[in-house]
């Protein structure tokens, strides 16, 4: 886990409010009064004062500034049951705020559509925890860690110009504690809430080191990691996780570093990027393509076209390869597809990706919640719309199925042996053949072969061997392959191919 926050997935924000101004259409009543007989001019002159009066009555009605009725308001069919559930539902008085919750669910509801499921509302609390997972932004020391079946909470990367850096931690240590409270055996977000506070504050910390203890005093700070970068075999790989406010200057910060150490190939890794701001994709694009070139082409639903352009030199011109899946979305497909269409040398592979190709802006509210809506959709510069088809790679590559499936949670009482046939013994099988073990099937039946192969992992982690799956078994299994894929390249079957696209 990082100790900024989980991955997350949506999208093109730009916050900002939009005033529309209402024109009211004149109206002109021309009258033609016909010769009337001379016995009826009495008549006809009372008859035109009061069509005069009550066309000025009508005029003024028509024009006059629109006023509503508190009164009125309170009879509607919202408030009128909103008053109800307020004030007669039974299970009202157990709710705190109750007409508070009652008006979310209402706005909730109306935002909700089967046609755009990128338009809702949010609280403030979830205003703000939407912005948060775009900027991935804090007050810490900049680390991110994974917590270990053993209780244990090893230091996976430390970014870059992080206080974490600055003070000497190192990738590979484990967290000892924090501020003199022993972690061993806490949550992660347990460690995080002890490592965050305010800026400028300093956190004791004491990291294991092989066989020492080292302590460490470090001094708080703004956290922005929302990229992360490292040389691996001689090839420059950039891991952007989401567009947000800083990406530009992160990206070029890390592509500044591979120059510096004759790094000449590339690796952009957009896997789980679930978008962000329209401005940080331009800001991205322009350490890639030149001056002026086209990020985005944005269109609203009469047909008007706005083209965002970058702005700036590029700084890279080296062979790229994009690695991208099916959680690749929105700002990170527009990247994409500005690369394939405007950068001489680049090679997407991977699998197809979300296909989001729609614009939202955000309209706050003055109590703090706001309105996430769809306003536009977004092309690249050749007219591609990827709304629903996603963008399909130069070369499918896919992953081991154990980091692409989704495992269960078994109970405490269930267990499987030979001969049984169950989900959790499929995800035991793709487990243990993701971590090279020998097993002849992965499709639920435990076979001779799977409980051989899954006796030998026990005994390697030194659980009980039994060649059964318990709970602590499959447990095990899952932290091993998490471990694996978090900390190494050993079996990230995308990224070899990325390698040896480059190496010709």
């Not at 331009?282 to 990020?295: E, H, I, R, T, Y």
């Not at 026990?458 to 061997?465: G, R, S």
Request: charged share 25%; glycine share 8%; with cysteine.
């Amino acid at each position: 886990m990082s100790e900024p926050f989980n991955k997350t997935q949506d999208k093109d924000e730009q916050v900002h409010l939009r005033i529309k101004r209402h024109l009211w259409q004149d109206e002109d009543e021309n009258k033609t009064l016909k010769k009337v007989n001379k016995r009826l001019t009495i008549l006809t002159v009372l008859l035109l004062v009061v069509s005069l009066g009550l066309t000025g009555l009508l005029l003024y009605f028509m024009n006059r500034p629109q006023m509503v009725d508190p009164v009125y308001i309170n009879e509607t069919k919202y408030n009128e049951a909103l008053s109800i559930m307020s004030n007669e539902w039974f299970f009202a008085d157990e709710i705190e705020d109750v007409k508070e919750r009652l008006q979310n669910q209402a706005l909730i509801g109306m935002t909700t559509n089967e046609e755009d499921p990128h338009t809702y509302y949010m609280t403030p609390e979830e205003g703000e925890e939407f912005v948060q997972s775009i900027n991935r932004n804090f007050v810490g020391i900049g680390v991110q860690y994974i917590a270990l079946d053993d209780g244990m909470h090893l230091i996976e990367r430390v970014f870059k110009d992080s206080p974490a850096e600055k003070y000497g931690v190192q990738p590979g240590d484990f967290i000892y504690s924090v501020d003199g409270t022993i972690v061993k055996g806490l949550s992660s977000d347990n460690v995080s809430e002890l490592v965050r506070g305010e800026e400028g504050t300093t956190v004791h910390m004491e990291f294991l080191r092989g066989d020492e203890i080292v302590p460490i005093d470090i001094v708080r700070g703004p956290i922005v990691a929302t990229a992360f970068g490292e040389v691996i075999d001689g090839v420059g790989l950039l891991e952007i996780m989401q567009f947000g406010q800083t990406t530009g200057m992160e990206c070029k910060g890390y592509l500044e570093d591979f120059i510096n150490e004759g790094v000449h190939k590339l690796v952009i890794d957009l896997r789980g990027d679930g978008g962000g701001y329209l401005y940080s994709l331009q800001d991205v694009c322009a350490l890639f393509l030149p001056n002026g070139s086209v990020a985005i082409v944005e269109e609203d639903a009469k047909g008007n076209q706005e083209t965002l352009l970058t702005r700036g030199n590029p700084i890279w011109n080296d062979p790229i390869v994009i690695i991208v899946d099916e959680a690749t979305a929105s700002a990170a497909e527009a990247f994409t597809l500005a690369m394939k269409e405007q950068y001489s040398n680049v090679t997407v592979i991977g699998t197809t990706t979300y296909g989001k190709g729609t614009v939202q802006v955000t309209f706050p509210f003055s109590d703090g919640s706001s309105l996430k809506y769809t306003t536009d959709k977004w092309m690249s510069k050749n007219g591609v719309w990827v709304n629903g088809v996603g963008i399909t790679p130069d070369e499918t590559v896919e992953l081991h199925p154990a980091i692409t499936s989704l495992y269960g949670e078994m109970e405490e009482e269930d267990s499987y042996k030979v001969d049984s046939v169950s989900p959790f013994v499929e995800t035991a099988e793709l487990l243990l053949d993701y971590l090279e073990y020998d097993v002849d099937r992965t499709d639920g039946y435990f076979s001779p072969s799977a409980e051989t192969a899954l006796k030998q992992f026990q005994q390697d982690k030194e659980l009980e061997v039994t060649g059964i799956l318990d709970i602590t078994t499959y447990r095990s299994l899952i932290s091993a392959v998490t471990l694996d894929w978090n900390t190494t390249k050993n079996h990230d079957i995308q990224f070899d191919r990325a390698k040896e696209i480059l190496n010709g």
